[in-house]
């Protein structure tokens, strides 16, 4: 019995090292990626219920590893933030999807983007104008590019978050609530931002034809939005039914495998040209 419980307990220690090594392992490789052109851009559409027309494509961070594979976003984002190395990752995600945007018009499609950003990118006093000047540097229109934000990140110092949203929604940039309804802000903080779009997070939508609870959450969070002037996007809609529930909610976008899974930037024209014919 004795021996059993060590051996377990040996098992654990392993795991816990393992993971250890794999944490540290990502932290010193996150610096080269950049420059090893490991990490690449997909693009998910947004799709406007009304119309039928795709609204914005989001771009979500991908990193293909050279020895373990791809590492999702959720577990590489934050060891970037914990590690110091976000604002790189942030920037080349920035010009990246800019040079992007700047190649499709170039092709003839004028997209849009939207950008998720973490609080250290929020709190940056730098990065309005960074945006702003890629922008400019790639011949696009501030409504071009869209942020997604989280409560949280927002939160951090909502003050200092104010001010810089406020000065890029000055200039013309579209600003989303990403994860709605999963942290901690209040009506009133929210209130103080200059917010376009909440997103109604995925955790609500997923089972929204069999959960009862969250069918409540998201009418009454359509409900709030709209009452506060706001567009209402749900993203993690994954089937027919969930997407014409919320047709019949009023919300005003729908993001989610149902319509199409995050795609490589080549795959973006062919895809639209089938979707838009
Ligand atoms: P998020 O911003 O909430 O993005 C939505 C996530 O849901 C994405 O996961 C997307 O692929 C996934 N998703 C979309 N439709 C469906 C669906 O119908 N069903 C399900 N089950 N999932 C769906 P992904 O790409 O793995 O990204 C995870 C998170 O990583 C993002 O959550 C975002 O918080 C973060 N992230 C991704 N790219 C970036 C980035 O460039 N910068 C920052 N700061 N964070 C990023
Ligand atoms: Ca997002
Ligand atoms: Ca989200
Ligand atoms: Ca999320």
Not at 16 to 32: N, S
């Amino acid at each position: 019995m004795a021996r059993r419980q060590h051996r377990r307990h040996q098992t654990y220690q392993e795991g816990q090292d393992e993971q250890h090594l794999r944490q540290l392992t990502l932290i010193r490789d996150l610096q080269e990626a950049v420059s090893e052109r490991q990490l690449w851009m997909a693009y998910q559409p947004k799709v406007d219920v009304r119309s039928g027309k795709v609204i914005q494509f989001e771009a979500l961070m991908r990193w293909q590893h050279p020895t373990l594979g791809f590492i999702p976003p959720d577990e590489f984002i934050s060891l970037a933030e914990r590690s110091g190395n976000i604002r790189i990752l942030s920037r080349w995600m920035i010009d990246s999807v800019c040079a992007q945007l700047h190649e499709w018009q170039h092709q003839g499609h004028h997209l849009s983007a939207a950008i998720n950003l973490s609080a250290e990118d929020v709190m940056d006093v730098d990065l309005p104008e960074l945006l702003l000047e890629t922008l400019n540097h790639y011949g696009l229109e501030p409504h071009q590019l869209g942020l997604e934000v989280t409560e949280s990140a927002v939160m951090q110092d909502a003050d200092l978050a104010a001010q810089s949203l406020e000065q890029l929604n000055q200039a013309g940039l579209f600003i989303a609530v990403d994860d709605f309804g999963t942290g901690y802000s209040s009506l009133a903080q929210l209130k103080r931002l200059p917010v376009h779009e909440l997103k109604i997070d995925k955790s609500f939508v997923l089972n929204l034809n069999t959960q009862e609870n969250d069918l409540t959450i998201v009418r009454s969070t359509i409900e709030l939005g709209h009452n506060l002037g706001l567009r209402l996007v749900a993203e993690g809609v994954e089937n027919q039914a969930s997407a014409t529930l919320l047709g019949q909610l009023g919300c005003d976008y729908l993001q989610g495998y149902w319509i199409a899974k995050p795609m490589p930037a080549y795959q973006v024209v062919d895809w639209l040209n089938d979707f838009e014919p």
